[in-house]
């Protein structure tokens, strides 16, 4: 599983490329495994199971003036030896 942490201006859950992602934030996997995201917000879980996998972020690592939003969190279908993307976004909470 791969994606990105995003600031979503808009709010539609979907990244622009005005839409920059966030680092140094922790993305769960099934609230069990964790990893934080890159300089560009990126990350990726190597070895999942198949089958549906839930994926969260733990609020208190976004970066204010960040919060989560409808899109901080999902659940992925993992194909056999596939690759699921799963974007996550947070919003500006002083917007």
Do not use: C, H, W
Not at 8 to 13: A, I, K, V
Not at 84 to 94: E, H, R
């Amino acid at each position: 599983i791969s994606g990105v942490v995003f600031f979503d201006s808009n709010r539609d859950g979907v990244q622009q490329a005005d839409e920059t992602g966030v680092p140094g934030v922790e993305v769960l996997l099934n609230q069990r495994s964790r990893v934080i995201t890159d300089d560009r917000g990126r990350y990726t879980f190597s070895v999942v199971a198949t089958g549906m996998q839930r994926l969260s972020l733990r609020p208190e690592s976004v970066p204010l003036p960040g919060g989560e939003g409808p899109q901080s969190q999902t659940s992925v279908d993992v194909p056999l030896r596939g690759e699921a993307i799963a974007p996550l976004a947070v919003v500006k909470t002083n917007e």
